[in-house]
């Protein structure tokens, strides 16, 4: 994405403004960036301040943190996988800008690695080229050492270095903003109170209650409270080994909002470097299928890869843990797993060579669970946990105003007498606490009970009585 899209993305100016100064600069030359100062779309200092959040594109291949053979031997892999032609096909494979892959082009060609085809006949000025019998035999070793065919890793130091510039505590967190969230769900304004100072901490947050009172639904809720936008590599590179980063179902990419001009929008001459991903905070979400195994590097030794484990894709957003207690690992082998790096914020992951590396821990790690948290860890871990929010059995008015809710969506009235005969019910003839899933799971089968019928959709007494009945296995007398 463009710095310009960027800029708007972040609500800094708008695209109005945006395809102006884009007009601008045809009409007279010059940066993007100096047409916005100028016509007083965004100050000197906002942009300034903007401009150190972004990665800038490498000048020069040493500014990759790579050597030139490493460089050369992924351009070839993907020349040999893809069939590639162009510069600028190499170009958008690599992440790399022009110049470089211009170099590496010239050196392929040198070595007797490529020759040049000639020019596209649908476009002169594009020269195209294609492998020689050594630069296949070339291709084909680099893919024996290596199966990896993606964009340019980045190095450990400029991963560690961009996961301690965008950290989640850089965010702050309102009680509007929470509020603004949470509005469609009916929850005690001290849920929300409880929750903003942990959400600004950056500290874990153990959620814990009876199930089915919207443990899982609130930390879902969390990931729209941040707003910042992040950058995401499409992987790294540790002591020569690869490590795939970017994950599709975990990085959502922001895509630049519609009406924008097309072309250039360089800011003082500088791109944003395209090995990164502008992406929302991460998301990440594991219940019980969650094992230790899943929170290391998991090498695969055919492709000689490896696939970053859910916490590293989780930097800089959260991690929630949710049904904890209920994983295959037992949650003490669990606990001391997170002992370390939620006290230190650092993690250590080991390669299969034996190397071991550290990482930050910048992200916010929520444990959810229905079971005593008393019996799940000791005393030293609670400790650990700064915040411990119960989410319990919701009061009679918040439950009123839930059941409302689910009525409406059926058309359905509900009137007083009725609701307290449910929750009597509920209360005193099933003996269970009222919980915020149980207006939905009623409402759904009486709704199901009156199309069987062939009747209108109502609060029959009939049917109300045989969903009560599903919340609880009957005992014998």
């Not at 959620?207 to 941040?226: C, D, E, Q």
């Not at 299928?289 to 930097?315: F, N, Q």
């Not at 606490?433 to 089968?445: G, H, I, N, S």
């Not at 009486?446 to 609880?472: G, K, W």
Request: hydrophobic share 40%.
């Amino acid at each position: 994405m463009e710095l310009g899209a960027l800029l708007v993305r972040a609500e800094l100016i708008t695209v109005e403004q945006l395809n102006d100064a884009l007009e601008r600069q045809v009409g007279h030359g010059g940066r993007l960036g100096e047409h916005l100062v100028a016509a007083g779309y965004i100050t000197e200092k906002v942009l300034t301040a903007f401009l150190t959040k972004f990665p800038v594109e490498p000048e020069t291949i040493e500014a990759t943190g790579l050597d030139e053979t490493e460089l050369l031997a992924l351009m070839m892999k993907q020349i040999y996988s893809f069939r590639l032609q162009s510069t600028r096909e190499y170009s958008d494979a690599i992440k790399l800008p022009a110049h470089i892959i211009a170099k590496l082009v010239r050196t392929a060609v040198e070595r007797k690695l490529l020759y040049a085809k000639g020019v596209r006949p649908d476009n002169s000025t594009v020269m195209t080229y294609d492998l020689t019998d050594e630069g296949r035999r070339w291709a084909m070793d680099a893919l024996n050492r290596s199966q990896y065919t993606g964009p340019t890793p980045v190095t450990l130091e400029q991963f560690n270095e961009r996961v301690n510039m965008q950290k989640i505590t850089n965010e702050l967190v309102t009680f509007d903003r929470v509020n603004e969230n949470l509005r469609d769900l009916a929850m005690e304004t001290s849920l929300i109170e409880q929750a903003g100072p942990a959400l600004n901490s950056g500290r874990a947050i153990l959620l814990y209650g009876p199930p089915g009172n919207g443990k899982t639904t609130f930390a879902l809720r969390l990931v729209n409270v941040f707003t910042d936008m992040i950058y995401v590599p499409y992987a790294v590179v540790v002591e020569g080994q690869i490590i795939r980063m970017y994950d599709p179902s975990v990085h959502i990419p922001i895509q630049p909002k519609e009406g924008s001009l097309e072309g250039s929008s360089l800011l003082r001459g500088q791109s944003v470097d395209a090995r990164w991903v502008p992406c929302k905070r991460p998301f990440v979400v594991a219940g019980g299928e969650l094992t230790l195994e899943m929170l290391d590097l998991r090498y695969d030794p055919v492709s000689k890869l490896y696939e970053a484990p859910l916490h590293m894709k989780a930097l800089g957003g959260c991690f929630v843990i949710d049904d904890f207690g209920r994983q295959l690992v037992s949650p003490t082998n669990l606990l001391n797993r997170w002992i370390v790096p939620l006290e230190s914020r650092i993690d250590y992951l080991k390669l299969h060579t034996g190397k071991s590396f550290s990482i930050p821990f910048d992200e916010l790690v929520i444990f959810s669970t229905n079971l005593e948290p008393e019996d799940l860890m000791d005393p030293a871990f609670l400790r650990r946990l700064p915040y411990k929010i119960e989410i319990g059995s919701p009061p009679v008015e918040i439950y009123k105003r839930i059941f409302q809710k689910e009525c409406q969506k059926h058309a359905i009235h509900l009137d007083d007498e009725v609701f307290f005969a449910i929750v009597q019910k509920i209360k005193e003839d099933k003996g269970l606490d009222l919980a915020a899933y149980q207006p939905k799971f009623l409402l759904d089968q009486v709704v199901s009970s009156c199309r069987f019928m062939e009747e209108p959709v109502a609060l029959n007494a009939r049917f109300l009585n045989y969903a009560i009945d599903n919340l609880r296995v009957k005992r014998a007398a």
